[in-house]
C-alpha cells in the first residue's frame, strides 16, 4: 500500500537537545518526501524535501535524509529551540501530476526552556 | 514566492446557513487546488482535489453535494460548506500545486469554523 508512519507524540524535550523524528514510508516507486511543520492555529509550512534518494533536505537548522534502503526520512535537528515547538508532518509526494500528498498522523514536539 | 491566502481566517455561523471559503495563490497560476479538513490533534484528512475548469474529485466519504468546490480560475478555488451543522465545525486547509511543477503544495493558513 501506499502510507506514512511516524512516531507518535507527543515529544518532549528541553532546550537544546537533540531531536529526531521518524518517519517511514511505503511506496511501489521513489516518490519526493517532505516534512511540514504546523505552529499552533496556523496551516502548514514547508521545512524541507528531497526528490530523490539519498538527498538530503535542509532548512532552519532540521535535516532529513532520503534513505531508500529502509525507506526512511527522519527529521533531526542537533540543538532544539523553545519556538521549535509545533506539530511536524511527514509526507510522500504524488507520482503523477496533480496527484495527492499523503500525510503522516503529525508529530507533536514541546520544547521546554 | 508560491504564497496561498484563504479567507475567512476564522467564520461562525448558525446551523442550517452556507459558508464559502475562499482559496487563492496570490503569485502564481495553480492548476490544481486541494481541500483539506483537520480534526483537533490530528493529520490532515483530504477532501477532494480541484482542477482548474471541471468538476472536482471528492474523496470518498465526503458529500459532495455538503462540501462545494469551485475552481473557477487559476488563482481561485472555493468552498462552500452547505446547511452547516455543528458536526462540520473544522479546521479547513487549502493548498496549491504550480502549473507546472504539480508535485509539490503549497498551503493556505487554514480556517477556523465553528458552527453554533
Known amino acids: 500500500g501506499n502510507s506514512v508512519t511516524q512516531m507518535e507524540g507527543p515529544v518532549t524535550l528541553s532546550e537544546e537537545a537533540f531531536l529526531t523524528i521518524n518517519c517511514t514510508y511505503t511506496?511501489?516507486?521513489?516518490?519526493?518526501l517532505f516534512w511540514y511543520v504546523q505552529y499552533p492555529g496556523e496551516g502548514l509550512q514547508l521545512l524541507l524535501k528531497?526528490?530523490?534518494?539519498?538527498d538530503k533536505g535542509s532548512n532552519k537548522g532540521f535535516e532529513a535524509t532520503y534513505r531508500k534502503e529502509t525507506t526512511s526520512f527522519h527529521l533531526e535537528k542537533g540543538s532544539v529551540q523553545v519556538s521549535d515547538s509545533a506539530v511536524y508532518f511527514c509526507?510522500?509526494?504524488?507520482?503523477?501530476?496533480?496527484?495527492?500528498?499523503?500525510f503522516g498522523q503529525g508529530t507533536e514536539l514541546s520544547v521546554k526552556p | 514566492g508560491a504564497v496561498v491566502s484563504q479567507h475567512p481566517s476564522w467564520v461562525i455561523c448558525k446551523s442550517g446557513t452556507s459558508v464559502k471559503i475562499e482559496c487563492r495563490s496570490l503569485?502564481?497560476?495553480?492548476?490544481?487546488m486541494f481541500w483539506y479538513r483537520q480534526f483537533p490533534k490530528q493529520s490532515l484528512m483530504l477532501m477532494a482535489t480541484?482542477?482548474?475548469?471541471?468538476?472536482?474529485?471528492?474523496e470518498q466519504g465526503v458529500e459532495k453535494d455538503k462540501f462545494l468546490i469551485n475552481h473557477a480560475s487559476l488563482t481561485l478555488s472555493t468552498l462552500t460548506v452547505t446547511s452547516a451543522h455543528p458536526e462540520d465545525s473544522s479546521f479547513y486547509i487549502c493548498?496549491?500545486?504550480?502549473?507546472?511543477?504539480?508535485?509539490?503544495?503549497?498551503f493556505g493558513p487554514g480556517t477556523r469554523l465553528t458552527v453554533t
Open positions: 493548498s496549491a500545486s504550480l502549473r507546472y511543477e504539480t508535485y509539490e503544495q503549497y
Open positions: 511506496a511501489t516507486g521513489y516518490p519526493s
Open positions: 528531497a526528490t530523490k534518494a539519498d
Open positions: 509526507a510522500r509526494g504524488p507520482f503523477n501530476q496533480g496527484g495527492k500528498l499523503i
Open positions: 503569485d502564481f497560476q495553480a492548476t490544481t
Open positions: 480541484s482542477n482548474e475548469g471541471s468538476k472536482a474529485t471528492y
